[in-house]
């Protein structure tokens, strides 16, 4: 049961860093206590770390500890076939020249793309469902993916479409091809450009893409 809960946590983490003890326990039910229990589990085992907020980030008083996952805790839930991705893509890149590479991170993104048309389609011109349903998409294949308020309480500025794990963030921080294909399918998926703000291939702790709801919403109204 408790190596059950903490994969949950770990996994909570993941999706939602940097994230506090406090929002863990209300997200999954649990007692702070207990959260935090697994937390000093998960940080023992190199798995989590305590987020360190940029200064101009910080407001007056003591912040309340904020929680985020590591590097190795990307890598156990990947699917360990990084190296052999890797070496594939360098021999595509010598033999064929960074055209090759570029079509191929094409080719997989458009297999994604195409999957997940008729599941963002399905909801509808509501920008923020139709980012939704692409989030829920990306969380089925194992991207751990969120909608969040660029600034809550202001929703003009847009939303964020976050996803705090990605299957080939190691092999994308030799190859940026696969995320500039991926921002370019979330804008056609979503209808508007969108813009990559952080990738966890680049060393961020989420990915994150800015998607501008209400030009969304005005663009399709117009349509």
Do not use: I
Not at 13 to 35: C, D, F, I, K
Not at 74 to 102: F, I, N, P, Q
């Amino acid at each position: 049961m408790d190596a059950r809960t903490r994969d949950r946590v770990c996994r909570a983490v993941l999706e939602q860093g940097p994230v506090s003890a406090s929002m863990l326990a209300e997200r999954l039910g649990l007692t702070p206590a207990a959260v935090r229990r697994h937390l000093d589990a998960l940080t023992a085992d190199e798995l989590v770390s305590v987020w360190e907020a940029p200064a101009a980030r910080r407001g007056p008083g003591r912040p309340a500890r904020r929680y985020v996952a590591t590097d190795r805790a990307h890598t156990a839930m990947s699917a360990g076939y990084d190296d052999l991705a890797s070496s594939a893509l360098r021999y595509l890149r010598a033999a064929l020249g960074e055209e090759a590479v570029r079509a191929f991170a094409e080719q997989r993104v458009g297999e994604l793309e195409h999957r997940y048309r008729p599941r963002v389609d399905a909801v509808g011109p509501d920008a923020g469902s139709r980012a939704e349903a692409l989030a829920a998409a990306l969380t089925d294949d194992g991207y751990a993916a969120s909608v969040r308020p660029a600034a809550p309480g202001v929703p003009a500025l847009g939303a964020q479409l976050c996803q705090g794990h990605c299957p080939v963030q190691h092999v994308a921080r030799e190859f940026p091809e696969l995320c500039e294909a991926e921002t370019d399918a979330f804008s056609r998926l979503l209808g508007v450009h969108v813009q990559r703000l952080a990738t966890l291939a680049h060393g961020e702790h989420v990915c994150t893409t800015h998607v501008p709801l209400a030009s969304l919403t005005t663009g399709r109204q117009s349509e």
